[in-house]
């Protein structure tokens, strides 16, 4: 590996949990062709952006950023454009941003070395791929950013082509990576001292092992056997393939979080229909009701959408209706916004932003009211956390529980919690986003330790 000093490079990240873990997975393949990674534009010679053009905004950041950026290219930077704008505007974006020099698609990172030496000699360089990639990103050299907790890829892409959505086009056809091959890697991660992770997918429901030897559930038991992890997430379970041998794995298998987030972005059938999410309210209600007899106090979160072309008053009422059927920890709620290649961009679209944006904080409302009622019952509750943080200023340390809430606690002066530990806690206040509470035990005091 040669080190010279001029090879530099700033990393900024759009977008989902996805982006978040490709980023660290090309910040180290970027520092084994021998670059650094620097904190400011300023100081460095290849500037990317990691995109995301999930809703529209999203999409115009990139762009804004790219503009007020410009100035940068008189110094002799380059600026590289990854991930799903990337994929999404391909080498249109060298017609908006001439002073582009790379365009790179999430399927086609593999590929980013010989890139980046075509960037070097002075050339363009594009990475796109069709949908039709068998390819996955392997690597050995991800660059983690947290000691303690981290992600692993499972499955790329999506076939599920929800009418709203870019994902299928960014990010191309669903791709499993083999048991074998995930089960090493959270080995490897708890040998360095990792006591979380995270199974990462679009919908990983449909995982399905290129060897043939494990369901998406046994997958789930055998990473959460793995010696030395105290915790397995995954995210994000699509209702058609939510599958009752999850809640069962979750069940029997005490490294599984008890937090499952199921997207339902609709409590009426006829949206859920347009929307083609491949399942009804009563369908989805049925998966709840799954979870729900599960041994485990299972927290449930999800994403809604409110505005899609055609949702009328009585739609709308049915997507409140479902929050108190269900009773979510937490719900992400977004308006509506059209998106290039998808099936719903040329949709009669009605109704007024006004009224989209009412609905929007009509649902957010309710939703936080549900939330705090559902903390309240947590006073009193004794949680284990993993200790994340200490804010300072409030003389509080932040935690995680395992149903993936943050609980901020105080401890006695004297005590020296270490981030990336696990203490238990009680439960003494709450608020509609976060818990509060008091130490009560360290449980595992060094995480690194044996
Ligand atoms: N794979 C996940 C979601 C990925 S995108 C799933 O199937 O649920 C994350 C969330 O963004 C979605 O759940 C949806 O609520 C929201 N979203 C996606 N496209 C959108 C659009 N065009 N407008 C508004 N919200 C959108
Ligand atoms: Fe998008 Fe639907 Fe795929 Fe989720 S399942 S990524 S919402 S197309
Ligand atoms: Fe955004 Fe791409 Fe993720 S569009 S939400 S970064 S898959």
């Known amino acids: 590996m040669s080190m010279e000093p001029g090879k530099t490079f700033y990393l900024e990240t759009f977008g989902c949990q996805m982006n978040a873990h490709d980023s660290e997975k090309v910040v180290g393949t970027l520092m084994q062709e021998g670059y650094r990674q620097v904190e400011s534009v300023e100081e460095a010679g290849l500037v990317l952006y990691n995109t995301c053009s999930i809703r529209d905004k999203a999409e115009q950041k990139v762009f804004n950023r790219l503009n007020d950026f410009k100035k940068y290219k008189k110094q002799g930077k380059k600026f590289g454009v990854l991930g799903c704008v990337a994929q ?39 990475g796109l791929d069709d949908r039709l990639t068998d390819e996955c990103f392997e690597t050995e050299f991800t660059a983690r950013t947290n000691a303690h907790r981290g992600y692993i890829t499972i499955i790329e892409g999506c ?11 960014t990010r191309g056809k669903e791709r499993s990576r083999t048991s074998d091959s995930v089960l090493a890697e959270a080995r490897q991660m708890a040998d360095l001292g990792y006591t979380d992770v995270q199974l990462l997918g679009q919908n990983v429901n449909s995982y399905s092992d290129p060897s043939g030897k494990k369901t998406f559930a046994e997958l789930l038991r055998a990473v959460g056997e793995v010696a030395g992890l105290k915790r397995v997430r995954f995210t994000t379970s699509h209702p058609r393939d939510f599958g009752r041998d999850i809640v069962e794995a979750i069940d029997s298998t005490p490294t599984l979080c008890d937090h499952v987030h199921l997207p339902v972005q609709s409590g009426s059938t006829r949206m859920l229909d347009a929307m083609q999410r491949l399942y009804t309210r009563e369908q989805y209600l049925e998966r709840i009701v799954w979870i729900k007899a599960a041994k485990r106090d299972i927290s449930l979160t999800s994403d809604m959408i409110v505005g899609f072309p055609g949702e009328t008053e009585v739609d709308f009422q049915e997507t409140l209706s479902l929050l108190d059927a269900v009773g979510y920890d937490s719900v992400f709620t977004f308006t509506y916004s ?87 806690t009680c439960v003494t206040a709450a608020f509609p986003n976060s818990l509060v509470g008091e130490l009560v035990t360290e449980t595992q005091g060094n995480p690194h330790g044996s």
């Not at 908006?96 to 050339?123: F, I, K, W």
């Not at 076939?159 to 086009?169: H, L, Q, T």
């Open 88 to 126: 999404q505007q391909g080498a249109q974006i060298f017609e908006r941003a001439p002073y582009v020099d790379l365009v790179c698609g999430s399927a086609s990172y593999r590929n980013l070395p010989q890139m980046l030496v075509q960037l070097e000699t002075g050339h363009r360089a594009t």
């Open 338 to 424: 059209a998106r290039p290649n998808t099936p719903a961009l040329n949709l009669p679209d009605a109704l007024p932003d006004a009224e989209k944006s009412r609905r929007l904080v009509v649902l957010m409302d309710k939703q936080k009211q549900i939330s705090l009622v559902r903390n309240k019952k947590r006073v009193g509750q004794t949680l284990e956390v993993m200790i994340e943080a200490k804010n300072e200023t409030r003389k509080q340390w932040v935690g995680r529980t395992s149903q993936n809430m943050t609980l901020n606690f105080t401890a006695p002066e004297d005590v020296t919690l270490l981030i990336g530990s696990y203490a238990s």
């Open 159 to 169: 076939d599920k082509f929800c009418a709203f959505c870019v994902v299928p086009y």
